[in-house]
Nanobody, 118 residues
């Protein structure tokens, strides 16, 4: 498993949580990293993405509440989630793309469950 995500759990509405995900490939091979989420019965949706250069993109539903960041040296991406709402409850998946050995790759982490409930 190349992508290891952690940090999910149960949090009350209005609370905060931090997810992290490390891509174990060679440092420098990873380009864009992102977080997606899936609610049962719905399609997986992009939450936020960040390029190697630090350009970010967010879903409208999380703008102003979530912040994505990364540590390029450690191939690790973080998702700081605040002002959490029950509708943020989902399985969150880490996503990574890059080039290794001259070939491009796209990879998914195993998913981590975030439950927002009182």
């Amino acid at each position: 498993v190349q992508l290891q995500a952690s940090g999910g759990g149960l949090v009350q509405p209005g609370g905060s949580l931090r997810l992290s995900c490390r891509d174990s490939r060679i440092s420098g091979s990873v380009n864009t990293m992102a977080w997606y989420r899936r609610v049962p019965g719905k399609q997986r949706e992009l939450v936020a993405s960040i390029t190697r250069g630090g350009n970010t993109n967010y879903a409208d539903s999380v703008k102003g509440r979530f912040a994505i960041s990364r540590d390029n040296a450690g191939n690790t991406v973080y998702l700081e989630m605040s002002s959490l709402k029950p509708e943020d409850t989902a399985v969150y998946y880490c996503w990574s793309t890059g080039t290794l050995g001259g070939s491009g790759y796209v990879d998914w982490g195993q998913g981590t469950l975030v439950t927002v409930s009182s």
